[in-house]
């Protein structure tokens, strides 16, 4: 992730992006049949979830930070 979000808005946006992708490539992943295709897919699905667990981490620790503040560096 290039760039890290810094208000809630912007996390709750990316975590939204990152659940439809999942499900996304879930639902692709149940089309395909070719073994490079599932590589491919499975790799994608890992970066998600990764990408996911971060901006979820992210957000628990605005979570704790006062209400209006950025979140800490």
Not at 2 to 8: L, M
Request: overall charge negative; glycine content about 2%; hydrophobic content about 35%.
């Amino acid at each position: 992730m290039p760039d890290i979000p810094e208000t809630i808005e912007e996390i709750d946006a990316r975590i939204a992006t990152a659940r439809e992708n999942l499900r996304e490539l879930i639902e692709e992943a149940s089309g395909n049949a070719g073994a490079a295709d599932d590589e491919l897919i499975s790799r994608r699905i890992a970066e998600q979830e990764a990408q996911l667990e971060l901006l979820t981490k992210r957000r628990d620790e605005y979570a704790k930070a006062s209400p209006r503040s950025r979140i800490p560096k």
